[in-house]
T-cell receptor, first 113, second 110 residues
Framework: NAGVTQTPKFQVLKTGQSMTLQCAQD?????MSWYRQDPGMGLRLIHY???????DQGEVPNGYNVSRSTTEDFPLRLLSAAPSQTSVYFC????????????FGEGSWLTVV | SQQGEEDPQALSIQEGENATMNCSYK?????LQWYRQNSGRGLVHLIL???NEREKHSGRLRVTLDTSKKSSSLLITASRAADTASYFC??????????WGAGTKLIIKP
């Protein structure tokens, strides 16, 4: 049972480039989300999904796009990378939104130069 | 916006001692969760305490919740070197949105 798998682990981008962070879970969880973690701050929610075909914005959605075509996959797209998007990104999933244990991926370290 | 605020920001203790971390929040909650993050890794769920609960235990972990004071504490007893990590609280509001604190960095000295 792999849990939540994120790729890539590390990525360096130039300003203006686009890329996709991949996230997959094999626990049949309905709820998936993307967070960014910056030094000295808690996790901030970027986008989330309560099921296939349904996505919604979190606290800091600007500059990011998501889709949920299957229950398993929830990719995060950076449309035009900016230095302010340098961060550690975590994908997470849970059975539902309401009070269930959240399982996190190992993180993706992104640097935009 | 930061709902949960952990205190202290950093804590360094000797192996074998108890470690206590606190979390304060501002609005009413559905539940409060504690997570651990080892350096360079993802977060791992420790304990979830619901708003109608006052205390929960899991092994060497004890979590208390005081909704009147809007605060929670995480106690780790008989600390070990492997407990060195950052600890985060997250509060879930009535809309099922999780809001995270900035974390407490715990260092256990051998």
């Amino acid at each position: 049972n792999a849990g939540v798998t994120q790729t890539p682990k590390f990525q360096v981008l130039k300003t203006g480039q686009s890329m996709t962070l991949q996230c997959a879970q094999d626990m049949n969880h309905e709820y998936m989300s993307w967070y960014r973690q910056d030094p000295g701050m808690g996790l901030r929610l970027i986008h989330y999904s309560v099921g296939a075909g349904i996505t919604d914005q979190g606290e800091v959605p600007n500059g990011y796009n998501v889709s949920r075509s299957t229950t398993e996959d929830f990719p995060l797209r950076l449309l035009s990378a900016a230095p302010s998007q340098t961060s550690v990104y975590f994908c997470a999933s849970s059975y539902s939104m309401a009070g269930n244990t959240i399982y996190f991926g190992e993180g993706s370290w992104l640097t935009v130069v | 916006s930061q709902q949960g605020e952990e205190d202290p920001q950093a804590l360094s203790i000797q192996e074998g001692e108890n470690a206590t971390m606190n979390c304060s929040y501002k609005t009413s909650i559905n539940n409060l969760q504690w997570y651990r993050q080892n350096s360079g890794r993802g977060l791992v769920h420790l304990i979830l305490i619901r708003s109608n609960e006052r205390e929960k235990h899991s092994g060497r972990l004890r979590v208390t919740l005081d909704t009147s004071k809007k605060s929670s504490s995480l106690l780790i007893t008989a600390s070990r070197a492997a407990d060195t990590a950052s600890y985060f609280c997250a509060t879930m509001d009535s809309n099922y949105q999780l809001i995270w604190g900035a974390g407490t960095k715990l260092i256990i000295k051998p």
